[in-house]
């Protein structure tokens, strides 16, 4: 069983988050992440959404890329059982080691309704599904656990039964924040979009169009304040300050400084999505060479 410290240095500083890794019975996808695993690269972060199909792809990329580790961020609490998820992970470790970390999210009353179940208290519903992956068959253990979480209840939980946390949607000084506020021992893993286009305008558009309908959601807007943001930041799509706080955009140089931004306010790994301003949905190992030099 991995220590979180231990779990951290087998991340390493940089990872991939994709959308296009859900797609990992392809084998565009697996000749994407085989090169990654080839360059480094070893943490290939992918969403866990509701759940579906999720370990399959899990399998898939652990399959194709021999030394990486595999983290959902994240899956959300209400589509599968805990119990489910943890032998899940328990059959992964079987087969392909214990290379399986799962990240967890409470999303939001209307994904937990359409799963017939009650949002209730997030905190209470999140303690209660951790509860459960440690009451499993074969528990998972905490050490291969994160949560989804921004707010600082929901920030001490993850401090005090996983491994760490994976924000979205947060800038280096969340980072800083977060890391005086738990102390050094648990995971800080802030998902970080960025764009590689040196033109503004083209690259803030590229931005809006993947994190911008995010900013209109609650839980979101709420931490973005707690941030210094304000009502002339928290516009539909975000004011172009917003933007630049949350989204790494221009040459290589740029995005490399805005990750070590993270890394050096305290941050473990910062996991980033890669968007071209061709907007292309092929994966590729190429547009994350730039990662490596770290």
């Not at 179940?117 to 998972?140: E, S, V």
């Not at 760490?164 to 005086?180: C, D, E, K, M, W």
């Not at 009502?231 to 955009?249: F, M, N, T």
Request: charged share 20%; with cysteine; glycine share 12%.
């Amino acid at each position: 069983m991995k220590t979180t410290r231990e779990l951290g240095r087998t991340l390493g500083p940089v990872g991939v988050w994709s959308m296009e890794l859900r797609g990992a019975g392809k084998r565009a996808v697996q000749d994407a992440v085989a090169e990654l695993d080839a360059l480094g690269l070893r943490a290939l972060w992918i969403p866990g959404l509701d759940g579906n199909g999720v370990f399959d792809d899990a399998a898939n990329l652990l399959a194709a890329a021999p030394h990486s580790s595999v983290v959902l961020g994240v899956l959300g609490i209400w589509g599968q059982a805990a119990d489910d998820v943890a032998s899940r992970v328990a059959d992964l470790d079987q087969t392909y080691g214990a290379r399986t970390v799962v990240g967890l999210g409470v999303s939001d009353p209307n994904t937990a309704v359409n799963h017939g179940q009650t949002f209730g208290d997030p905190i209470d519903a999140m303690g209660a599904y951790l509860d459960g992956l440690d009451a499993a068959g074969t528990p998972l253990p905490a050490s291969r656990r994160l949560l989804g979480a921004m707010g600082p209840r929901m920030v001490r939980l993850a401090a005090d039964r996983t491994a760490g946390i994976h924000p979205f949607l947060v800038t280096p000084q969340y980072s800083a924040n977060q890391r005086a506020a738990i102390g050094p021992e648990p995971l800080v893993a802030p998902h970080q979009a960025i764009v590689l286009d040196t033109n503004p305008d083209r690259a803030r558009a590229t931005a809006r169009a993947g994190v911008g309908m995010f900013i209109g959601f609650p839980a979101y807007r709420n931490n973005l304040r707690r941030l210094g943001y304000g009502d002339s930041d928290l516009i539909p799509g975000g004011s172009d300050r917003l933007i630049d706080g949350l989204v790494a955009w221009g040459g290589i140089d740029d995005i490399c400084r805005r990750l070590h931004e993270h890394l050096d306010a305290g941050a473990d790994q910062s996991p980033s999505t890669c968007s071209a301003r061709t907007a292309s949905r092929s994966p590729s190992g190429g547009n994350w060479r730039l990662s490596s030099r770290r």
